[in-house]
């Protein structure tokens, strides 16, 4: 499994998540993002090209050492200034960015409620962070579905979880959720409800 999680799955993952299906929705997400900005899953750079020109640096969090090395053609072929950082390090000054992005990430991060408090740590209070997740559906066929499939998923998917319901993570981290869409995409529904949105960090 060390070499599958390791190696096989982030290379996978980059490969199905940046298929041209998910560039419309990656395209609504990163509408209206400007300035210095913090993406947290950043995976192999799909988002680089949908982000407007109003941003300027970018600093990227991601783990995996496979996505980093295959994000480097991503990331020579941007104008915008790309920086890996860890989050919950020095790296950034507390407050100073200015908004913060998330696509397909808090349901495969171990903890996302700590992972949220670190963003909320590194932007401006009120910043906001542009989100984009699957999670758990409305109706309950597709849930009990998810629910059986749940196990599996993890241990196929790096770690993915599809009954993580990325609003109430969002708003029990203190986050104060702006503007969002729920539906499904196509595809098998267990895997295809969608959640697109604008939060704020928590203000003092």
């Known amino acids: 499994m060390g070499l599958y999680n390791d190696v096989v799955?982030?290379?996978?993952?980059?490969?199905?998540?940046g298929h041209r299906f998910f560039d419309p929705w990656r395209q609504r997400v990163c509408e209206g993002l400007g300035g210095e900005i913090v993406e947290v899953g950043f995976g192999t750079g799909t988002n680089l090209r949908f982000l407007p020109p109003?941003?300027?640096?970018?600093?990227?969090v991601e783990p995996s050492l496979v996505a980093r090395a295959a994000a480097r053609a991503a990331v020579?072929?941007?104008?915008?200034?790309?920086?890996?950082?860890?989050?919950?390090?020095t790296a950034v000054a507390r407050g100073s960015l200015d908004a913060a992005l998330s696509a397909f990430t808090l349901c495969s991060v171990d903890d996302p409620r700590r992972v949220l408090g670190q963003i909320a740590a590194?932007?401006?209070p009120g910043a906001p962070l542009h989100f984009l997740e699957h999670g758990l559906a409305p109706d309950a066929a597709t849930a009990r579905w998810q629910h059986r499939l749940n196990g599996l998923e993890q241990r196929l998917a790096g770690g993915c979880h599809l009954t993580r319901d990325?609003?109430?993570?969002?708003?029990?981290s203190g986050f104060e959720?702006?503007?969002?869409?729920?539906?499904?995409?196509?595809?098998?529904?267990?895997w295809s409800y969608f959640t697109l949105g604008v939060a704020r960090a928590p203000r003092p």
């Open 76 to 89: 020579e072929r941007t104008s915008i200034d790309v920086e890996f950082i860890e989050l919950g390090t």
């Open 9 to 17: 799955m982030p290379r996978l993952v980059g490969r199905v998540c």
């Open 166 to 172: 990325p609003l109430r993570l969002l708003v029990e």
């Open 122 to 124: 590194v932007v401006k």
């Open 177 to 190: 959720v702006d503007t969002y869409v729920q539906e499904y995409a196509r595809g098998p529904r267990p």
């Open 54 to 60: 109003a941003v300027r640096r970018v600093y990227a």
